[in-house]
């Protein structure tokens, strides 16, 4: 086993014939377990520097879904729904019974889908840059953001995406993404049954501007919290991940979630307006 730092090593498990590598943080017994979740045509690389602020709450997984980094690849790229269902397989084989479920990018509808077919499996949602929906459509609109965001983004991030992206191959990412800008995570968000927090970046331009996320956000549960970080793009996992860290602690441990002043980026809940009537 390769390391990824002081106390991370790495495993591999088998899932419906196709090998699955992960990255784990030590197991101390303490806490949900928090499995990490990529975005599309990247590996679970660039989820690290979270992943280790975030490891003193518990163990931390940060797989690569099928296709991608150096676990086994499909003869086509999975789907959203599938990648769920390997997912499913992967918290089967790690004997994690239930665990907290942070996605970035198209880790979010993975995480979505999993919550709504097996909400027992998840003790909380983190949505992080949940993309996809209105705003990132159609095509050539998505494509038009992804390209701004990728000049919004740290330059560091190119030294680990651009591989990954390569490996994939264009024509699997371009295949990937556009079903991504299909799905409706915002509103798939409206009916997670599990408690959920929404953490967007206030300079990315795959999401929708904060007004239309307070109005989608209106509809919505009470379990579900709004975030935005200013001065964070769309990986933010990668770009500010100690005010990330900051307010997914925070949440997850039920203290008040307040800006960390020592981390770049500006982190303000968002106030919304509940329209939905009380359950009675």
């Known amino acids: 086993m390769r390391s990824d730092g002081p106390g991370w090593s790495r495993g ?3 899932v419906a014939g196709r090998t699955v590598l992960y990255r784990r943080s030590r197991d101390d017994g303490v806490g949900v377990p928090i499995v990490h979740l990529h975005g599309f045509a990247i590996s679970g690389s660039y989820l690290m520097p979270t992943a280790r602020l975030l490891a003193p709450l518990g163990a931390n997984i940060v797989p ?3 296709g991608y980094g150096r676990s086994g690849r499909p ?3 999975l789907g959203i729904p599938a990648l769920a269902r390997v997912l499913l397989g992967v918290l089967d084989e790690l004997e994690l019974e239930k665990a907290v479920l942070l996605g970035n990018s198209m880790g979010c509808p993975v995480a979505l889908e999993v919550a709504h077919a097996a909400p027992g499996r998840v003790h909380r949602l983190v949505l992080v840059s949940p993309a996809g929906g209105a705003h990132n459509q159609p095509l050539l609109r998505a494509l038009a953001q992804l390209g701004l965001d990728a000049v919004r983004e740290s330059p560091r991030m190119a030294r680990v995406a651009v591989p990954d992206y390569v490996g994939f191959g264009p024509v699997s990412a371009l295949r990937l993404f556009a079903q991504l800008t299909r799905f409706p ?3 798939r968000l409206l009916r997670t049954p599990v408690p959920a ?19 989608v956000a209106s509809l919505a549960p009470e379990h579900v ?7 964070a ?3 933010l996992n990668f770009s500010h991940p100690g005010e990330l860290a900051n307010v997914v602690g925070a949440w997850l441990e039920g203290r008040p979630i307040r800006d960390d002043p020592s981390q770049p980026g500006l ?3 968002l106030p919304v307006p509940r329209l939905l009537e009380p359950a009675g």
């Open 12 to 14: 591999a498990v088998s």
């Open 64 to 66: 690569d879904l099928p």
């Open 75 to 77: 003869p086509r790229p």
């Open 185 to 187: 995570s915002l509103a």
């Open 197 to 215: 927090l929404a953490v967007l970046g206030g300079r990315d331009p795959l999401m929708p501007p904060p007004h239309r996320v307070r109005e």
């Open 225 to 231: 919290t709004v975030v935005i970080i200013e001065g």
């Open 233 to 235: 793009a769309h990986a």
């Open 267 to 269: 982190a303000r809940v």
